[in-house]
C-alpha cells in the first residue's frame, strides 16, 4: 500500500504560518515583486473560495477581490520546509520518497493501521509546521495520489478493493495524473469519461495508465538509505513559462536540492538525468552518464543543461521539470584538479553554514532568477 501526501495549498498556507496576520486572509503568492503584474504562484483556501487560483494574473485575482493579501514566492523558505517535513516522515520508519516539492510517498506495506498512521502523519505536520496536509492511500501511486485530491483540505481518503469501482466512477479521467487535454480527447473519443471506464477497458487504449492503475507499487530502496538507486526533485510550474532564464533557474535549484541529498548520503552520482513537460511536445526526457562522479550541485546543473540543448535552439512553453541522479557511488574519491578541489571545499563550507543556520541560508543567486523571473 502507498500513502500519499499532498500538502494542502503549499505555498501560501507557509506564509500563513510564518506571518499569523495573514490567517485566515485571502491571499495570493505571486511569482515576482509586482502586484497587478504577475502570475497567482499559488492561492490560500480562503482566496480559492473567491474564484482565485493557481496560473491566473495577479491583476484579474485584484479584480475579483481588492482586499486580496499579496506576498512574493521565497522558494527556499518552501525547499526548507519541504526537506524538513520530509525528514519528519523518515521518522515512521517506513521507505518515503518525494513525488515533488510538496509531495510525498510512503511506502507502508508493514502497518498495521494505515487510517491511525494517516492521522498521526496529519497531526504532527499541523502541530511542527503549522500547515496542513491531505492524505490519500491506495495499493499504488496513481491511485493514492489521486486519492489525496478528493477530500482536501486536511481529508483522508482510502481506496481498496471495497469502495474502489464506487469511487472511480464519480471522478472524470481528466483528474487522473498523466491525463493532459491530447489524452482526455483520445479517451473520449473511446468512450472514456471516468476513471472507472478506464480502469475497466481492455488496456489496449492508455496501456500506460491502465497498467498504474492496476498495479501494486512499493519503494525499492534496499536494505538501508545507503543502497538508494536513484535521487531526483521535481517541480510543476503554476503555468507553462517558456523564458530561458526561468527554466534554468528551476535546473539550478533542482540540481542543487539533488546534490545536497547526495552528499547527506555521502555519494555522488555518474548520470544525470534530465526531463522536461511542455503542452506542445508532451514530454522530454533523456539521461546521459559521465566519466567522474559527482555531488555538486553546479556541475549537476552544468551536466543537465547540456542535455537539454538538444531540444534545440527554441525552448517550447515548459509546464514540469526535474532533474534525477543515477548510477551512484560513494563520495570517498580523490579530486584531481584544482578546481573540483576547490569547489568542493567551498560546498563544504556552504553546507556547513546551512546546517548551523538552516538550509538554504546561502545558495546560488541564479536561483532568484526562480522568484524574480515572469
Request: proline share 3%.
Amino acid at each position: 500500500m502507498i500513502l500519499h501526501i499532498d500538502m494542502d495549498a503549499f505555498f501560501a498556507s507557509i506564509e500563513q504560518a510564518v506571518n499569523p496576520k495573514l490567517k485566515g486572509r485571502p491571499l495570493i503568492v505571486g511569482s515576482r515583486n509586482s502586484r497587478l503584474h504577475t502570475v497567482v504562484c499559488a492561492a490560500s483556501y480562503e482566496a480559492k473560495a473567491l474564484g482565485i487560483d493557481s496560473g491566473m494574473p495577479s491583476a484579474e485575482a485584484f479584480n475579483l477581490c481588492p482586499d486580496l493579501e499579496f506576498v512574493v514566492a521565497d522558494q527556499t523558505k518552501y525547499i526548507w520546509t519541504s526537506e524538513q517535513i520530509f525528514q519528519t516522515l523518515k521518522t515512521y520508519g517506513f521507505a518515503v520518497v518525494y513525488a515533488s516539492i510538496d509531495e510525498f510517498q510512503m511506502d507502508i506495506a508493514e502497518a498495521e493501521d494505515s487510517l491511525k498512521l494517516a492521522q498521526a502523519i496529519q497531526r504532527q505536520i499541523q502541530e511542527t509546521f503549522k500547515i496542513s496536509a491531505s492524505i490519500g492511500i491506495a495499493k499504488n501511486c496513481l491511485l493514492a495520489k489521486l486519492a489525496s485530491k478528493l477530500n482536501k483540505p486536511k481529508g483522508i481518503a482510502i481506496l481498496d478493493p471495497a469502495n474502489l469501482e464506487k469511487v472511480l466512477a464519480k471522478v472524470p479521467v481528466k483528474k487522473l495524473c498523466g491525463v493532459g487535454i491530447k489524452t482526455e480527447a483520445f479517451f473520449e473519443s473511446l468512450g472514456i469519461k471516468t476513471c472507472l471506464d478506464l480502469y475497466q477497458a481492455s488496456g489496449q487504449n492508455g496501456l500506460n495508465l491502465y497498467l498504474s492503475l492496476h498495479s501494486s507499487d512499493h519503494f525499492d530502496l534496499g536494505q538501508n538509505e545507503q543502497e538508494v538507486k536513484s535521487i531526483g526533485h521535481s517541480y510543476t510550474l503554476a503555468r507553462p513559462a517558456e523564458n530561458t532564464g526561468f527554466i534554468q533557474a528551476w535546473i539550478r535549484l533542482l540540481s542543487e536540492m539533488v546534490a545536497r541529498r547526495l552528499r547527506e548520503k555521502n555519494l555522488a552520482a555518474k548520470t544525470i538525468h534530465l526531463w522536461l513537460n511542455a503542452p506542445g511536445m508532451a514530454h522530454f526526457g533523456a539521461q546521459k552518464a559521465y566519466k567522474e562522479p559527482t555531488a555538486d550541485g553546479y556541475e549537476i546543473y552544468f551536466r543537465a543543461l547540456k542535455i537539454m540543448a538538444k531540444i534545440g535552439q527554441q525552448l517550447p512553453k515548459i509546464r514540469a521539470l526535474g532533474v534525477t541522479c543515477s548510477n551512484l557511488f560513494s563520495a570517498d574519491y580523490s579530486l584531481l584538479l584544482k578546481e573540483e578541489k576547490r569547489r568542493e571545499a567551498l560546498t563544504k563550507a556552504i553546507d556547513s553554514i546551512n546546517d548551523r543556520l538552516g538550509d538554504w541560508s546561502i545558495y546560488p543567486a541564479a536561483i532568484t532568477l526562480a522568484k524574480k523571473t515572469k
